[in-house]
């Protein structure tokens, strides 16, 4: 239970550090930090410590397939709608995609054993 909370309170404290850095007008620190893969790196030192280096490749693996796969969508549906609706509603339909492609991928991954 006790490394749920730090793994909690890291993943706030990273977020609140980017919003706050883009608020005071650091666009380039905060875009840094939106960049770098920040909630990855902090999993992977956690899972890479608890489960062992074979199992952090793996997940890598996973990963980098996964983000083709589901957040290249999601960022196309942003960059075309943004422009045409409102930030809520663009947010919501990519996040859609998000999740739809995000989850047929897991469910192929887990159904054919791939990155195990």
């Not at 404290?13 to 850095?21: E, G, P, S, Y």
């Not at 005071?24 to 790196?41: H, Q």
């Not at 989850?103 to 159904?111: A, E, R, S």
Request: glycine fraction near 8%; charge should be neutral; hydrophobic fraction near 60%.
């Amino acid at each position: 239970m006790q490394n749920i909370l730090i793994y909690f309170i890291t993943g706030g404290v990273v977020t609140t550090a980017i919003v706050l850095l883009e608020e005071s007008g650091l666009r380039l620190l905060s875009g840094l930090a939106t960049l770098m893969p920040v909630f990855t790196l902090i999993a992977y030192f956690f899972v890479g410590e608890s489960r062992g280096g074979i199992a952090l490749s793996k997940h890598a693996e996973l990963v980098l397939v996964g983000t083709l796969v589901a957040w290249v969508p999601y960022m196309l549906v942003v960059i075309y709608l943004a422009p045409r609706a409102d930030t809520s509603k663009t947010i919501g339909i990519a996040l859609a995609a998000f999740f739809a492609f995000a989850l047929v991928f897991l469910l192929l991954t887990q159904h054919y054993g791939w990155f195990e």
